[in-house]
């Protein structure tokens, strides 16, 4: 197991309101190397629990702990280790990028702050391997951001958090915003490098075509709380709580004859 | 998902319009002056020649002399040096003190940055002018009082709209990512907070010195500024105000220099704002 | 039940703003009276006091004591209504302002109606045919107003409009012989207590000029946002869909765009209120007005250091005050402005 | 310069039922800055909608499917439109601004993608669902009862209590059911909905789309659905038009399209989308990014992503022609593919 989360709560400041507490006791295990995708309707704490995982908000309750690190606490050492090993990537490839840095500016920031690579060159020639290994053509490492579609601002992304090694990405909802005929990309290139360096992918998403297409463990997450958590053959083969069956029946399917089919049997269910 | 969007790949360079190259003309014309303007002035403006005095506007003095018999035309353009140099030495004192403010706020602990603000709150509920006229007149009418009273009385609107931007960038996801990578916090601020958020305030920084022209000229016509024989513009009005009456000319031009000046700086500003972000337009 | 927690967490947070930037003030006056070059007791006694004298002055305002002590009993004197005694009239500045506060605020409240007066209606014609002629003269004139010195503009309208045209009074605030009894302080009230309906019309005939300089600083400001913050309402996605309903563009102005809008030009109409009582110092000379702005000129002018850092005190309490006052009508006569500063936590 | 074609009537697919709007060749054009110039969004677009038809429109970003939407009510201000936008036999695009003022929201309608964005935030629910009667001189009683009923027939609960109630104390989904409720009150024949529910919840989709379905049925509405969601399109419209860079590439009926896809775009769309039903090794992806408005490739604007392009793509735009019951605007398809044989 290589990161455990383990009933931790988080509730928001609403003053003058009472708090509103987003998460409750919510326990999961990340083991080296799987993609576990978490899933949910907005408000159900999904994107809490990332920021929880990456040490950016720090919960009220419970214990988060990385490979012997207890993350909630960790100090000098220990968090520049976890930062190391712990990526992610945003939602917005508009947002997600310093507008004012260079590509190689921002993907090689990584190996400036942790001293990987000691000089300019070495660092340079490692971020012309990373892009490269991204789809990206390393001689645009020079150019800001700003005239790179959303698709190759999110490969910028991926490599940006790649390029140090980590063994955890957390990905929150990276494929959202961007077209449909360059979503594919985005997922397929996440696929291809959680294989080629055994990397462990969470993967938040509300869309549960997408999350069933990447992982192969799913936390299906409703109000701030785990509904079920299981394998993919388990949730979509045989979901056994009613909110995973209704989330998954409104899903729908791009075909006609078996789209029809859904609603029709869907609607049927709710006469009834 | 509208057509329109992407505002980044259909970004385009524009020229410049006649009325902008008109600004842009003025403002660096009035820069011109301030720097080269005491180099070129007769040196008799600088003696009384009450023979002289209060003539009107003629081809020997353009715009007439006043009652030292002084030529107005060409106090004005030393004045421009005085005037224009404190503005700036105003404007930027200030903005020093309300980046450092606001980026200790926006980057220090809560307690802090809530300490902060209500000192600012305290800054921004009083009427600024007043308590400059007070510290200027505590400090002995002058000058230097009066650039030292609006420094310290400057910064609040500064600091709350600088720490406001920073806030607002530490909400974009590139921060949290430049710390899920574990950028220390001066590179934090350093490199990914302030140079995504500064920039509002070089579009101020040229209204301010409009503003700044205008507060400064009122203190010294209330008399805790620039004290006479000095050719700053709002001791030259205060100086002439008696005239008003016999001679229009050494009342009118000074009090147009001060317009142009904070009417020229405060277009630059508008143009730079609508420029940044063109939905501005017409605004 | 909320409801009624959020609003006294509002009122209660405003109050203590309110007071931290009345002591933050006072603060920054014991600061100024430190910054005083020369001997404080020498100068509160006056430049011809004898030796004694100033003796019993450094014993009565404690100078001797260390500047904390110094700095509490200041406090204390504040708080006793004592804002040092001005060394030209030898009177308590406060008393000496009392007297003239209530003309200061005719002039600020005939000043507010003219400034709201103009500037609303052309902010909403502006927008309305945004680009049009009216649009384009009434920007290039508030830019030209907003970049001229009040005191300035006052001298040349004083000239132009008093001297050479003879429409308006050069100064004071009444003409001769028609005084009425003093009652507030407010000459255009006092003329209406006595009944004295040609004194009421002459006080006016004398506030209208004085009043429209100090209105023009304020009304490019209140257009300029009106104006701002109107187009930026009819650009944004709900009037597409009141257009998608059929508006014509002058109902979608009135009944959409404007109470989108309204809410920053309270706010700033506010903190003008106050900012005009200081703006009083520019104006009220100029026009020969008794007033507090006309008291702080003359104690700069008489180097009546006392006086001057005393008016500082008292207008800043005043602007403070009248800011609470607009902060709390606001939130009491427009529900919809209580709804957006009380903040919607709906759902 | 392209040829005109004389013979709308081949270009067109027939539709169903008697047409209710014909758009003819409309191009919008959006303003850059105050230079003069302007960039083309949408570049000659021609369709028809029948009485009571639902048609879906789909299409990436740029791609123009929102103004074209947009264009049908002129709700750009800023937009230049050419062409013909035919509803009930009186061209849209010549009416004065007064003429199509009173078609607003009475004859054409139009939901949004964020209701809360859409609704003004100082306004009760009840004013706001009124206000297009209100517009039309109906009096305050009668608009409200007719707002009532409206929000009733769309299931918002405890709709009597709830017209004095602001935007913000509604739920996403029940704040698409007002902004619904504004559009059908004044009774329209066409609605134009510009991607409803891509802001809403899987759940809260459904039940919406389940509404507009029961909506349309029940009044014979016809639908404009814009979307780039090709499973909403599935599921909901009868006819589907796909639009590619501001035309439309592909226009048919959903069970063709979707079984047997001509356009390449089509094609890659329909397979690069992750399904709930399937498990599949690798997606096809696409390569590249939808062309901004203002870079546009030359040819058919597609050619440089296209995994079957040939010779002529990256020089001579395809025309929108019919193919079987469709129409398709790809050279694989325009009668000359021995060109590409021959390639």
Redesign the interface.
């Known amino acids: 197991m290589l990161m455990s989360i383990d009933s931790i709560s988080k509730s928001y400041n609403a003053f003058p309101n009472p708090p509103a507490k987003v998460l409750h006791d919510v326990t999961l295990n990340i083991d080296a190397g799987e993609a576990i995708g978490l899933v949910g309707e907005s408000g159900s704490g999904k994107s809490t629990i990332a920021k929880c995982m990456l040490a950016l908000i720090k919960p009220e309750d419970g214990a988060i702990t990385y490979d012997g690190i207890d993350v909630i606490h960790a100090k000098g050492e220990e968090l520049r280790r976890f930062r190391r090993e712990v990526q992610m990537v945003f939602q917005d490839p508009y947002g997600s990028l310093n507008p004012r840095m260079t590509v190689e500016e921002l993907i090689g920031e990584g190996l400036l702050i942790h001293k990987l690579e000691p000089t300019a060159a070495a660092r340079r020639k490692r971020v012309a391997e990373i892009m490269d290994m991204v789809g990206l053509n390393p001689n645009d490492m020079d150019r800001y951001t700003r005239s790179f579609s959303g698709g190759q601002r999110q490969r910028i992304a991926i490599a940006r958090a790649l390029v140090i090694r980590p063994r955890i990405l957390v990905c929150d909802e990276p494929v959202a915003a961007l077209d449909v005929s360059v979503q594919a990309q985005v997922i397929n290139l996440l696929q291809d490098m959680q294989k080629k360096l055994n990397l462990a992918i969470v993967f938040v998403a509300h869309d549960l075509a997408v999350v069933r297409h990447l992982c192969e463990k799913i936390v299906v997450l409703h109000k701030g709380k785990v509904v079920e958590q299981g394998s993919r053959d388990e949730i979509f083969g045989n979901p056994r709580m009613p909110y995973t069956q209704s989330l998954l029946a409104a899903v729908p399917v791009p075909d006609p004859v078996a789209g029809r089919a859904r609603r029709a049997a869907r609607r049927l269910e709710t006469a009834n | ?6 505002p ?5 360079k ?2 410049f ?1 006649a009325f902008e190259i008109f600004v842009f003309t003025l403002v660096i014309a009035l820069l011109v002056i301030a720097v080269f303007g005491p180099f070129l002035a007769p040196d008799s403006i600088y003696n009384s020649d009450i023979a002289n005095s209060l003539m009107p506007p003629s081809a020997a003095n353009w715009f007439g002399t006043d009652d030292q018999g002084r030529d107005v035309f060409w106090r004005l353009i030393v004045g421009a040096q005085t005037t224009l140099l404190s503005a700036f030495l105003v404007v930027t004192l200030y903005s020093l003190i309300g980046v450092t403010l606001a980026t200790v706020a926006a980057a220090g602990p809560r307690w802090l940055d809530e300490g902060l603000m ?2 600012t ?3 921004l ?3 600024g ?3 400059a ?3 200027a ?5 002058s000058l230097r009082s009066a650039i030292i009273a609006m420094a310290i009385t400057g910064w609040p609107i500064t600091a709350r709209m600088l720490r406001g931007i920073m806030r607002q960038t530490m909400e ?3 921060v ?9 916090k001066w ?1 934090l601020m350093t ?2 907070v302030l ?2 958020s500064l920039d509002v305030l070089i579009v101020k920084w040229a209204g301010d010195i ?1 503003t700044t022209v ?1 507060v400064l ?2 203190l010294s ?4 500024g620039a004290q006479p024989p000095s050719a700053e513009w ?1 001791a030259t ?1 205060a100086a002439a ?1 008696g005239y ?2 016999t001679a ?1 000319w050494t ?2 031009a000074p ?1 147009a220099a ?3 000046t ?2 020229a700086f ?2 630059l500003g508008d143009i730079i704002q609508v420029r940044r972000d ?6 | 039940m909320l409801a009624f927690r959020a609003y006294s967490w509002f009122l209660g947070r405003r109050l203590g703003l309110t007071l931290l930037t009345l002591w933050g003030l006072a603060s920054l006056v014991f600061l100024m009276i430190k910054l005083m070059p020369g001997d404080e007791a020498q100068m509160a006694a006056g430049a011809d006091a004898s030796a004694a004298q100033i003796e019993a002055v450094r014993e009565r305002l404690g100078l001797d004591a260390p500047v904390i002590m110094q700095y509490l009993s200041f406090l204390g004197r504040l708080l006793r209504g004592d804002l040092g005694t001005s060394i030209v009239t030898l009177q308590p500045v406060l008393a000496d302002l009392e007297k003239v506060l209530p003309s200061t605020l005719e002039l600020v409240f005939v000043a507010m109606l003219l400034n709201l007066a103009v500037a609303i209606p052309a902010g909403i014609i502006a927008a309305y045919r945004q680009g049009g002629v009216f649009d384009t003269t009434s920007r290039v004139t508030a830019v030209m107003l907003g970049g001229m010195p009040a005191f300035w503009l006052a001298l040349v309208l004083q000239y132009v409009l008093g001297s050479v045209w003879r429409v308006v009074p050069i100064s004071g605030q009444q003409g001769y012989g028609m005084n009425s009894p003093v009652v507030t302080g407010a000459p255009t009230v006092d003329a209406l207590i006595a009944g004295n309906f040609a004194g009421f019309f002459d006080t006016l005939h004398h506030i209208i000029l004085p009043a429209a300089v100090l209105a023009a600083l304020f009304a490019t400001q209140i257009f300029r946002t009106l104006r701002a913050a109107l187009l930026g309402v009819l650009r944004s996605d709900f009037i597409m869909a009141v257009r998608a309903k059929g508006a014509t563009a002058r109902h979608m102005l009135v009944r959409h765009a404007l109470p989108n809008s309204l809410n920053p030009v309270l706010t700033l109409s506010g903190t003008q209120a106050g900012a005009m009582i200081g703006s009083a110092v520019l104006v009220e000379t100029v026009f020969a007005r008794q007033g507090i702005g006309a008291y702080m000129f003359n104690a700069v002018a008489q180097k009546d250091a006392f006086a001057v850092l005393g008016s500082v005190m008292f207008i800043g309490t005043v602007v403070c005050l009248v800011n609470l006052i607009v902060d709390i009508l606001q939130l009491l006569v427009d529900p919809r402005i209580r709804a957006a500063q009380l903040g919607s936590q709906g759902q | 310069m392209r040829t005109v074609h004389p013979m709308p009537d081949q270009s067109t697919v027939t539709p169903l039922r008697p047409p209710l709007v014909t758009v003819d060749k409309l191009t919008v054009d959006m303003p850059l800055g105050r230079s003069g110039a302007s960039v083309r969004i949408v570049d000659g677009v021609d369709f028809s909608i029948g009485v009571g038809e639902r048609v879906a429109l789909v299409g990436e970003s740029g791609s123009g499917k929102s103004l074209t939407a947009r264009a049908l009510m002129r709700l750009d201000r800023l937009a230049r439109l050419s062409g013909r936008v035919d509803f009930d036999g009186t061209d849209l695009l010549k009416l004065s601004d007064r003429d199509m003022g009173r078609l607003r929201g009475s004859s054409i309608a139009m939901v949004f993608q964020d209701p809360m964005s859409f609704l003004d935030p100082l306004m009760t629910i009840g004013d706001q669902v009124a206000e297009t009667l209100r517009i039309r001189g109906i009096g305050k009683a009668e608009a409200r009862k007719r707002a009532l009923a409206v929000l009733d027939e769309l299931g918002v609960d405890r709709a009597a209590q709830r017209l004095d109630a602001y935007p913000h104390e509604f739920s996403g989904g029940m704040r698409q059911r007002v902004v619904l409720a504004m559009a059908l009150v004044g009774e329209p024949r066409l609605l134009i909905a510009d991607e409803p529910t891509t802001a809403l919840d899987v759940r809260v989709q459904d039940q919406v789309l389940d509404l507009l379905d029961d909506v349309s049925t029940r009044r014979g509405l016809a639908v404009l659905f814009i979307t780039h969601d090709l499973g909403v399109v599935a599921g909901f419209a009868e006819r589907v038009m796909v639009m590619y860079s501001g035309r439309i590439v592909e226009d048919g009926e959903v069970a063709s399209v979707f079984a047997k896809p001509s356009h390449p775009y089509t094609q890659g769309l329909i397979k690069a989308v992750p399904r709930i039903d399937q498990d599949l090794n690798t997606l096809y992806a696409i390569p590249g990014a939808p062309p901004p408005p203002l870079a546009r490739p030359g040819g058919c604007p597609f050619h440089p992503r296209c995994d079957q392009r040939f010779e002529r793509c990256d020089k001579d735009l395809p025309m929108l022609l019919p193919v079987g019951l469709s129409r398709v605007a790809c050279h694989l398809h325009d009668g000359h593919q021995h060109d590409r044989k021959g390639a």
């Open positions: 998902m509208t057509a329109i969007a992407q980044a790949t259909t970004r385009r524009e020229g319009s209500r000192i709150d305290i800054g509920a009083l009427p002018m007043i308590v006229l007070g510290f007149a505590a400090m002995g009418a974009q996801p590139f949290a990512g430049a710390q899920v990578l574990g950028v220390s590179r490199k990914h140079p995504n409009g205008l000229a009122s016509f209330i008399g805790v709002g009005i105000r008003v009456s229009w009342v009118v009090g001060v317009a142009i904070s009417i405060g277009l063109p939905s501005l337009r017409g605004n």
